[in-house]
């Protein structure tokens, strides 16, 4: 149960990472980090967008699950509350990052939407 909770605590770090960096503009569109997806891969500028959109709510999944694995790691549980916290902690980075994926979404399309609008004479 360590071992998972040491995982899980590092996932969150990634996941903060993962967003920041091309939130920051450090990181351009890639293959491997970062939200890829629909309008968000198609300019520099969406993906900077749609990444800044998605950090407070990527945050809130990455300290989530920061605190579980802590909670794990030191919280002497048994089996059946490890599982329990997982679920719970599961539930929570899925709600965070599907918030996360719409906000990125929403915010790559309205920046598509200047480019387009900054293209047309």
Same mark, same amino acid.
């Given at each position: 149960?360590?071992?998972?909770?040491?995982? /899980?605590?590092?996932?969150?770090?990634?996941?903060?990472?993962? *967003?920041?960096?091309?939130?920051?503009?450090? !990181?351009?569109?890639?293959?491997?980090?970062?939200?890829? $997806?629909?309008?968000?891969?198609?300019?520099?500028?969406? /993906?900077?967008?749609?990444?800044?959109?998605?950090?407070?709510?990527? /945050?809130?999944?990455?300290?989530?699950?920061?605190?579980?694995?802590?909670?794990?790691? $030191?919280?002497?549980? *048994?089996?059946?509350?490890?599982?329990?916290? $997982?679920?719970?902690? $599961?539930?929570?980075?899925?709600?965070? !990052?599907?918030?996360?994926?719409?906000?990125?979404?929403?915010?790559?399309?309205?920046?598509?939407?200047?480019?387009?609008?900054?293209?047309?004479?």
């Amino acid at each position: 149960m360590i071992v998972a909770g040491i995982v /899980w605590a590092l996932a969150g770090i990634l996941v903060i990472v993962a *967003t920041e960096m091309p939130a920051r503009g450090r !990181l351009g569109i890639n293959g491997m980090v970062g939200m890829r $997806f629909g309008p968000l891969l198609m300019s520099d500028r969406a /993906w900077v967008a749609g990444h800044r959109a998605a950090v407070q709510s990527s /945050w809130a999944a990455g300290i989530s699950m920061m605190i579980l694995g802590l909670v794990i790691v $030191f919280g002497s549980l *048994t089996d059946e509350q490890g599982a329990l916290a $997982f679920g719970i902690g $599961f539930a929570v980075l899925v709600i965070c !990052l599907v918030i996360a994926s719409r906000r990125a979404y929403v915010a790559a399309s309205a920046e598509l939407g200047l480019e387009q609008d900054e293209m047309d004479p």
